[in-house]
């Protein structure tokens, strides 16, 4: 059974969708609320599984994140979004964990909820665009600015080695150790720097 919680400013939103998931055997509403702060409290309260989130432009993201934050185990479904709503990438990186489009039938409120109740993220081709174009844009900005950092300080002498021509077994030499430790490193420098190849590393901190 999938407990939920509708959080919506009108009425008429708000016990229509209570009514929506009450008459389905795999869901029960255990509350409904208006205000921001009766919802964060009724949510602690009863650790839902899902809360319906119905809010005005603007407010959403930020209760998101409380919510999260507060219950973790609770997702939320934000309802009402339009495709090319500007709260898309905001209730994202808050932890929302599905949309429901201002298009969506009943039926389709239903498969949302159903879908994110399973652990699944079902939303718009529009907005799974959005949310890939914004991946996509994160990891371009980690690869043109990596965390130097994060390198241990034999890590980045063999990044330099890499930089200057040296082959694996050139480096063991250099550095008095087995070629089977070069290679270790050399994956563990690949994956922190989220590059495939020595040359994309050596560049990167060159760049750095």
Avoid at 71 to 95: F, K, M, N, Q, S
Wanted: charged residues 25%; proline residues 3%.
């Amino acid at each position: 059974m999938t407990v939920l919680v509708v959080l919506a400013r009108v009425r008429l939103y708000r016990d229509g969708l209570a009514e929506l998931f009450a008459s389905r055997a795999d869901f029960t509403v255990a509350a409904t609320a208006a205000v921001e702060a009766d919802g964060l409290e009724l949510i602690r309260e009863l650790g839902p599984d899902i809360v319906l989130l119905a809010l005005d432009p603007g407010t959403g993201a930020s209760l998101v994140r409380e919510i999260v934050a507060s219950v973790p185990e609770t997702r939320v479904v934000a309802i009402g979004i339009a495709d090319d709503d500007p709260e898309v990438l905001p209730l994202a990186e808050a932890g929302v964990a599905g949309y429901v489009t201002t298009d969506a039938s009943a039926e389709e409120v239903v498969g949302v909820v159903e879908s994110v109740a399973r652990g699944e993220a079902l939303c718009s081709p529009r907005i799974s665009a959005t949310l890939l174009q914004r991946v996509a844009t994160l990891s371009r900005g980690q690869r043109l600015h990596p965390d130097r950092d994060a390198l241990t300080a034999r890590e980045r002498e063999i990044v330099e080695l890499i930089d200057h021509g040296l082959s694996n077994k050139e480096i063991a030499r250099r550095l008095q150790i087995e070629v089977a430790t070069v290679k270790n490193h050399v994956h563990h420098i690949l994956e922190k720097l989220h590059v495939a190849r020595r040359g994309e590393a050596a560049a990167l901190l060159r760049r750095s």
